[in-house]
């Protein structure tokens, strides 16, 4: 059986579910569901499948972090403000085993200073912020290309 790997986890973190109204400046005009609509759409385009999952509580993240490994084969994440701060994310993210990309809609860099670091990325293959909706097309081909045998 050929070893297909094109199972990817898409996860939101703290107030993600409240694209649409939070200031479009930063985060755009698309609320939750219209940003993962785009995003299947660009993953089906690549032959990537893709889950989805969302939470406003850190501990239900990480236990979505836990049951992973088997489920998928890599993960887009966008842990939101957690991604400045949140060490138990940090470990469930290591305890995956799983490559990830983090991604963020604004330009984190070009913003306050607590924005700048993240507990997660180097753990990641690729941080991508400030593209928008476009960064998770990115992180999606990053991924495939990660998961590609032989590249
Ligand atoms: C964010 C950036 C974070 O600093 C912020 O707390 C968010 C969203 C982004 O997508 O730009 O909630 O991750």
């Known amino acids: 059986m050929p ?3 094109n199972r990817i986890e898409i996860m939101h973190g703290v107030n993600l579910d409240q694209l649409g109204r939070r200031d479009p400046d930063h985060y755009g005009t ?3 569901t219209e940003l993962e609509l785009q995003i299947s759409r660009h993953a089906s385009e690549l032959g990537l499948l893709t889950r989805f999952f969302q939470s406003n509580h850190e501990g239900e993240f990480v236990e979505h972090l836990h ?3 088997g489920l998928a084969d890599a993960i887009v994440l966008n842990p939101g403000a957690w ?3 949140a060490y138990a994310l940090r470990d469930a993210l290591e305890l995956t085993g799983l490559p990830a990309v983090e991604v963020h809609l604004s330009d984190v860099d ?3 200073e607590f924005r700048r670091h993240s507990v997660l990325s180097d753990l ?3 941080r991508i912020a400030g593209r928008g909706p476009d960064g998770y ?3 999606l081909t990053l991924l495939r290309e990660e998961l590609t045998p032989g590249e």
């Open 30 to 32: 698309l609320t939750l």
């Open 83 to 85: 991604t400045h701060y």
């Open 137 to 139: 097309r990115d992180a």
């Open 124 to 126: 990641c293959v690729g």
């Open 110 to 112: 070009a913003r306050e």
């Open 3 to 5: 070893d297909v790997r």
């Open 67 to 69: 049951g992973l490994p």
